[in-house]
């Protein structure tokens, strides 16, 4: 019976966290740095096309489908077909993300919004804490981090001004610290071949 510590309020942390609950920890917290979670989920939508479709409902039907559930319910297009997509669904991005919130509420998940997680408290052996922006240390016996990508989007200082896509990896969000580097995990880092 532990207490686990999701760092990260994306569609990545929300399902560690549910997925921790329903593992039977005592304890789920998930820190989330801005006022919503679902993270770079609340600008895309686009789920099931191609082999996601298969993916979605093994998923499912091997009881791990809750979220995906969520998305069906909340899909405003399904079975549509566009370049590269064969029968995709869409979901709203303003409905999906309190639907999420609430049913990890449900659960009794501890969701903290506006906490940024800035740095961990741990020695040679194990992560004790982590730290946040307010200077608040939140310890746990499990730590999960799961906060998106590292680095600011190629397209933003390649193209100029940036766009409204990738606002929750924009540094006006504040840039993104690793958890993971802070204690001595080498991030693997993709690279875009142009
Ligand atoms: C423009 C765009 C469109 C997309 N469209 C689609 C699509 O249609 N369909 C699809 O399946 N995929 C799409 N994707 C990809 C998909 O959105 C991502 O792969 C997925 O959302 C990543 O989820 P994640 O939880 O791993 O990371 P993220 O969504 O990046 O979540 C990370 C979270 O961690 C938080 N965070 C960061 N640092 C800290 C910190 N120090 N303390 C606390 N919290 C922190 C962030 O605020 C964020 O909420 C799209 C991506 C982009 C950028």
Known sequence: MSKVIVVGGGWAGCAAALAAKKAGAKSVTLLERTDMLLG??????????????????????????????????????????????????????????????????????????????????????KVKAVITEAG?????????????????????TKYGNGCAMCVYRCPTFGPRISIAARVGVKELVGKTVI
């Open 40 to 125: 770079t989920g609340l600008v895309g939508g686009i789920m099931r096309n191609n082999g996601r479709y298969t993916a979605t409902e093994e998923l499912i039907a091997l009881g791990g489908g809750d979220l995906f559930k969520i998305a069906d319910h909340f899909s405003r297009h399904k079975n549509v077909e566009f370049p590269g997509h064969k029968h995709a669904s869409l979901y709203d991005v303003s409905l999906i993300e309190p639907a999420v919130r609430q049913y990890l509420l449900d659960l009794d998940i501890d969701i903290r919004l506006v906490s940024r997680v800035k740095d961990v408290d741990h020695d040679s052996q």
């Open 136 to 156: 608040e240390k939140i310890s746990g016996d499990v730590f999960v981090e799961t906060t998106g990508t590292s680095g600011p989007q190629r397209n933003c």
